[in-house]
């Protein structure tokens, strides 16, 4: 599946934004949809998961700040940021999960085969 990720760009700390994810090349809803960010100098770090059924896990980080939602009419993820803080900067990723994989499985980035471009995040003081 081909993944586009848009929507980030500069926020004061406290401030929301809104990143979408559209899907395009195969079944959106088969398949459990990430979102991971990557810091400077830092390793690709697990935001959260919507599972093809519908649950959402959410890194203890963003518990209570992030949501993701998710529209299989229109084949797109949404991660819904509010009350941003500088350390939310970041690359974010989007991600479809291989079929198959659930539960504490999609906080791995190794479970996930395809992979969008990045949208940045700057979150400033």
């Known amino acids: 599946v081909q993944l586009q990720a848009s929507g980030g760009g500069v926020v004061q700390a406290g401030g929301s934004l809104r990143l979408s994810c559209a899907a395009s090349g195969r079944t959106f809803s088969n398949y459990g949809m990430g979102w991971f960010r990557q810091a400077p100098g830092k390793e690709r770090e697990f935001v959260g998961v919507n599972r093809n059924g519908g649950a959402t896990y959410l890194a203890d980080s963003v518990k209570g700040r992030f949501t993701i939602s998710r529209d299989n009419t229109k084949n797109t993820v949404y991660l819904q940021m509010n009350s941003l803080k500088v350390e939310d900067t970041a690359v974010y990723f989007c991600?479809?999960?291989?079929?198959?994989?659930?539960?504490?499985?999609?906080?791995?980035?190794?479970?996930?085969?395809?992979w969008g471009q990045g949208t940045q995040v700057t979150v400033s003081s």
């Open positions: 991600a479809a999960a291989r079929p198959g994989y659930s539960g504490s499985y999609l906080y791995a980035a190794r479970v996930y085969d395809d």
